[in-house]
């Protein structure tokens, strides 16, 4: 008789595309296969193998492993391990776009394609959410070797949540603004003024910016004496001024 536990676990449940067996017992077919003599030397009795059945079903369970995900691992092993995987080993293998730096640029490819309004699919949501906990800025401007340790530990974080909000669709670029060259000349003056008018004025002194501004119409006196005044006080004198 079942457990609640192997009752409740996917891989443990008789499959009948599978003639009735486990996804767990097509497996340890599999494995078999792929690595003669070696895979049957791990386990001296039947009750060794219920235990790999499921340590490793409860393992999947847990990470949220699919089938998709072991038929990847089953390819990886091929030219990854030429001696049967550990379980750690083998849940890398299924998900290789959850190596660290994999997933690193896999963020940064997202990431620069949100921001031109793009959709992206991610391999795994982990890796958007960890790129958002990350900072955005940081992903798009920083490298793996700078970011590692950091990024380790927020995608780690992000993957120990089980579950995650839907990703949300990337605000779209608005399209650059076409301004003709007098209205862009116009709006450089008013930038030009509002940038005259934050210098701070020193206390006194006001008078020499007001003579700055109005230099056509102020006699040579005047603006020689506002000159003097800006030099010995360190204020800018406008290059209209100077000429």
């Known amino acids: 008789m079942l ?9 443990l449940v008789p499959v009948a595309k599978l003639e009735g067996k486990t996804l767990m017992e097509h497996l340890y077919g599999r494995f078999n296969g792929m690595y003669p003599y070696l895979w049957k030397a791990n386990f001296t009795d039947m009750d060794a193998i219920t235990d790999w059945e499921i340590s490793w079903a409860e393992a999947f369970a847990d990470e949220g ?4 995900d072991i038929a990847t691992g089953l390819k990886g092993c091929r030219t990854m391990f030429p001696k049967p995987p550990s379980l750690t080993e083998f849940l890398g293998a299924c998900r290789p776009y959850l190596e660290p ?9 997202g ?6 309004g793009e959709n992206f699919t991610y391999s795994h949501p ?7 906990a990350a900072g ?22 992000q993957l120990a949540k089980k579950s995650w ?24 003056k008013k930038v030009m ?25 102020v006699g040579m006196f005047s603006l020689n004496r506002a000159i003097q005044t800006a030099i010995e006080h360190d204020i800018p004198i406008p290059a209209e001024v100077r000429a």
């Not at 982990?126 to 958002?132: D, L, Q, V, W």
């Not at 909000?165 to 450089?188: C, H, M, R």
Request: proline share 8%.
């Open 136 to 157: 955005q800025h940081d992903i798009m401007n920083g490298s793996y070797v700078g970011m590692q340790e950091r990024w380790k530990k927020t995608l780690a974080a």
């Open 193 to 217: 003024q509002m940038v005259e008018e934050a210098v701070s004025v020193k206390p006194g002194l006001s008078w020499v910016h007001n003579v700055f501004r109005k230099h056509k119409h």
């Open 111 to 116: 990431m620069q394609a949100r921001a031109k």
């Open 126 to 132: 982990a890796i958007f959410f960890a790129a958002i």
């Open 65 to 68: 492993i699919k089938p998709d």
């Open 165 to 188: 909000p839907e990703i949300p669709a990337p605000v779209k670029a608005l399209p650059p603004q076409v301004v003709s060259k007098a209205e862009a000349i116009k709006e450089n």
């Open 3 to 11: 457990s609640t536990f192997e009752q409740e676990n996917p891989w």
């Open 101 to 109: 730096s994999t997933a690193f640029h896999e963020a940064v490819a």
